[in-house]
T-cell receptor, first 116, second 114 residues
């Protein structure tokens, strides 16, 4: 079975632009989470979506938004890009919402975003 | 607030030597604990996880970790390191606040010398 896939693999944008990152979860997984990993740091939680609804949000500004589609794939949108948004953006999927289970999150390879 | 501390930014061990990576967490309830490995340019791969039960957890690639509630620790060990183990290792805690999220430590970079 295919793992979590993300596109594009690399992206270069300039300050003030908008970017859309895409994620396809493992087949059968209904939960998708997004993380930002700045160079030299651990990943930081941005969003969790389950059954097309936002279930959790990290400490990120409103410039960051996301959505989940009926096929459980997801998009992460970032508006008005800043230099500090340069990072590896990771998507993770899991079977359920993990509210009372021992689900594991499976991570994709990430999208490397560079803002110039 | 939940947090994870990995005291060692980087560690160098000789191939064949034993390894221990330290991790301390802060979480009010029974934690869900994880160790992930990230090779350069790669995503995160789960090595092992602890949810409940036996405090010594076996993982993939010969890794194990021990949960010690009294010390709020979840250290990762391997008896004999291989050159291919060189990577970044992240300890993480799962938190049920505002949805389920994984809170990661800053990571420990492992270097393996021949």
């Amino acid at each position: 079975d295919a793992g979590v896939t993300q596109s594009p693999t690399h992206l270069i944008k300039t300050r003030g632009q908008h970017v859309t990152l895409r994620c396809s979860p493992i087949s059968g997984h209904k939960s998708v989470s997004w993380y930002q990993q700045v160079l030299g740091q651990g990943p930081q939680f941005i969003f969790q979506y389950y059954e097309k609804e936002e279930r959790g949000r990290g400490n990120f500004p409103d410039r960051f938004s996301a959505r989940q589609f009926p096929n459980y794939s997801s998009e992460l949108n970032v508006n008005a890009l800043l230099l500090g948004d340069s990072a590896l953006y990771l998507c993770a999927s899991s079977p359920t919402r993990q509210s009372a289970s021992t689900d594991t999150q499976y991570f994709g390879p990430g999208t490397r975003l560079t803002v110039l | 607030a939940q947090s994870v501390t990995q005291p060692d930014i980087h560690i160098t061990v000789s191939e064949g030597a034993s390894l221990e990576l330290r991790c301390n967490y802060s979480y009010g309830a029974t934690p869900y604990l994880f160790w992930y490995v990230q090779s350069p340019g790669q995503g995160l791969q789960l090595l092992l996880k602890y949810f409940s039960g036996d405090t010594l957890v076996q993982g993939i690639k010969g890794f194990e970790a021990e949960f010690k509630r009294s010390q709020s620790s979840f250290n990762l060990r391997k008896p004999s390191v291989h050159w291919s183990d060189a990577a970044e290792y992240f300890c993480a805690v799962g938190a049920h606040t505002g949805g389920f999220k994984t809170i990661f430590g800053a990571g420990t970079r492992l270097f393996v010398k021949a």
